[in-house]
């Protein structure tokens, strides 16, 4: 059993839930009012033989014991777990108190490495490092200092030795990077040994790692720390610890490449600068900049590598499949500004200008760079038109369906109209020509598959999720579908993952991502991607039909409860004066509009059309 199920176990949902709204029995059933709206009559159930939660009243909200921590205290599933884990006493792999003391102790020694390399930029040794900081890199000593720049000596054991007469051992340095394992027969020595030292740190300021820049043409010319239980490259983003106040105070980061691109900016007054360290903006990246900026610009190099750099990175934070198709790249850019109200630009800087060069020749240059940004889809229709016109009209056809799937991610009909309008004028034909070509119906599906079974051993929620993790293809059909379809907490983390990217549902190796393997592994027959959009749509049909009865389950039962109280003679009455509109005041209220509801319940579950938002997904 799985810590999520452990702590469902060790943690009655009714007691719990009770701590912050007074519930009363309702049948089978708990009831009360609704803790996360203001309400007079208690809407709010707790089904305890499911191990859920539902508002039936203004808000809709729903879920299960981990959903409605997060809904009431603002917190992630992670987060949520953990507080729900500490009281049911349940240990996470995560909070094993060795590995903790651990990382303590490897974060200890990257600490004292940083300041055994800060010492030594000052001895005589490190003058040549001091004076290319100075001279030639134009930074400050207080730039310096801030940065925790250092310098490590020529020679193979320097820091080797500092560090273990201060009782670390050699096993604690090669864990955190700073030694370079030894061949057979031979001693560990030093990874960094005549080069610049730039620390990293992460988004909390621990040092985590290190960067070292050498002088006379040594290779690489960036040396970095290879990945530990500390660094991880794809989640650290370098500046962000001292960039992080002045991000959220502009509502604005810039992303750059390089450490100089981010200590020179930084110097000169634009603090909310970061750079990535020799690999492309990862999902963990873009996932950090998110808790920070809504407006996010990418100011990298103008020739084809950066430009290059800049799909990449931006198709990364719009939580595409691949790096490599660059039309996918614009398919979530409406969804990222209406979800998650992140505007993505990209900044072409002047050729042969690097960020640290412009800011100190030309600051002037960059500043009107940043703030004339583009949009990422406006980048995109350009980068794909190229500058040259088109030699002939099957070539201006193909460019036009190369476009088209960007263009149909625009939702806003000005803004695409703007896109529209430019696409025909570079191609020479009429906007209407483009709109027509665009209506065009694309290649047909693949046909003749069998059609989907319904597999028992699951319940609909988890076959939906199965069908959405073996299709990635119908993330675009059902990215903005709410996450409260999914009772469950998990359900749901499956799906925010799937959502933002398909490829990496399963590759956080937590209870989610287990939990996902296995719905991977559930047996499907092969469906196309149009079977499999409708095998979906149907098990969303199913959970909202089963949403309704349970809504109709538990007014079934207050009204048994009125009947026993009331008699059936008087309920039939109120049930004829509510039919007529005739709804009567005081007790009895509550009485005659639950009628009124289960009967609109009984109807709705025999419609074809999607509930009411109050009965099913909000």
């Known amino acids: 059993m799985d810590a999520v199920e452990t702590v469902k176990r060790q943690i009655d949902l009714v007691e719990y839930i009770g701590r912050f709204t007074k519930l009363t029995r309702a049948g089978r059933h708990y009831r ?67 590995r903790r003391s651990r990382l303590e102790r490897l974060a200890a020694v990257m600490s004292a490495a940083v300041g055994f390399y800060e010492r030594q930029l000052r001895e005589p040794a490190g003058q040549p490092a001091l004076e290319y900081l100075t001279a030639g890199r134009g930074l ?75 002088l006379h043409g040594e290779e690489p010319k960036y040396l970095n720390s290879p990945q530990t239980e ?38 000169a007054g634009y603090h909310n600068v970061v750079a990535t360290m020799g690999t492309s903006l990862t999902h963990e990246h873009a996932a950090l900049l998110r808790r920070y900026a809504r407006r996010i610009v990418l100011a990298l190099d103008p020739d084809s590598a950066g430009l290059a750099a800049a799909e990449r990175a931006g198709g990364l934070l719009l939580g595409l499949a691949t790096d490599e198709q660059i039309v996918s790249a614009a398919r979530a850019a409406d969804e990222l500004a209406a979800a998650a109200e992140i505007d993505l630009r990209v900044a072409v800087l002047p050729p042969g200008r690097d960020p640290d060069e412009l800011v ?110 073996r299709y990635p293809g119908l993330r675009l059909a059902y990215r903005n579908y709410p996450e409260s379809l999914f009772s469950s907490a998990v359900g749901r983390e499956i799906f925010r993952r799937w959502v933002a990217d398909p490829q990496t549902v399963t590759a956080a190796g937590d209870e989610v991502a287990e939990k996902a ?15 499999a959009r409708r095998a979906a749509d149907e098990k969303i049909q199913a959970i909202l039909r089963e949403r309704i009865r349970m809504h109709q389950a538990a007014r079934a039962e207050l009204l048994q409860e009125a009947e026993q109280q009331l008699g059936p003679n008087r309920i039939a009455e109120l049930a004829l004066r509510a039919w007529r509109g005739e709804i009567p005041p005081g007790e009895e209220r509550e009485v005659a509009e639950s009628l009124l509801e289960e009967f609109e319940l009984g109807l709705s579950i025999h419609r074809r059309e999607t509930p009411r938002s109050g009965h099913g997904v909000t």
Request: glycine share 10%.
């Open 360 to 469: 100190r020749e030309a600051p002037g240059l960059w500043e009107q760079a940043i703030a004339s940004a583009r949009p990422f889809a406006e980048f995109l229709v350009d980068r794909m038109m190229g500058a040259a016109r088109p030699a002939s009209p099957l070539e201006a056809r193909h460019t036009v369906d190369r476009l088209r799937p960007l263009l149909l991610a625009v939702r806003d009909p000005v803004e695409r109209a703007v896109y529209v309008q430019r696409v025909a004028r570079h191609l020479g034909v009429e906007e209407e020509a483009v709109v027509q070509r665009l209506r065009m119906a694309p290649p047909p599906r693949r046909s003749g598959e069998r059609a989907p079974r319904r597999p028992e051993p699951l319940d609909a929620e988890d076959v939906l999720l199965a069908i959405l993790l």
């Open 517 to 531: 393997e296995r719905l991977l592994r559930y047996r499907l027959p092969p469906l196309s991607e149009h079977e």
């Open 140 to 214: 400050t000593p207080e730039t310096i200092a801030a940065w925790h720049l250092g310098w490590a000596p020529e020679g193979w054991r320097h820091l080797r030795d500092f560090l273990a007469n201060r009782g670390y051992t050699e096993e604690d340095l090669l864990a955190a990077g700073l030694l370079v394992e030894p061949e057979a027969g031979r001693e560990s020595y030093d990874r960094f040994r005549g080069r610049v030292i730039i620390p990293i740190a992460n988004e909390r300021g621990e040092f985590v790692a290190m960067g070292g820049r050498g």
């Open 32 to 98: 009360g009012l609704c803790p996360f709206h203001s309400e007079k009559t208690p809407s709010f159930y707790v089904f305890p033989e499911r191990g859920t939660w539902r508002c039936f009243g203004a808000c809709g909200e729903g879920g299960d014991l981990f959903t409605f921590v997060q809904k009431l205290e603002g917190v992630d599933f992670r987060t949520a777990l953990r507080q729900l884990a500490e009281e049911a006493g349940v240990r996470l792999q995560d909070d094993d108190p060795r």
């Open 230 to 267: 500390l660094f991880d490259k794809g989640r650290t983003l370098f500046g962000l610890h001292l960039a992080g106040e002045a991000i959220r105070a502009r509502g604005e980061v810039v992303v750059v490449e390089g450490y100089m691109d981010v200590l020179g900016p930084w110097q």
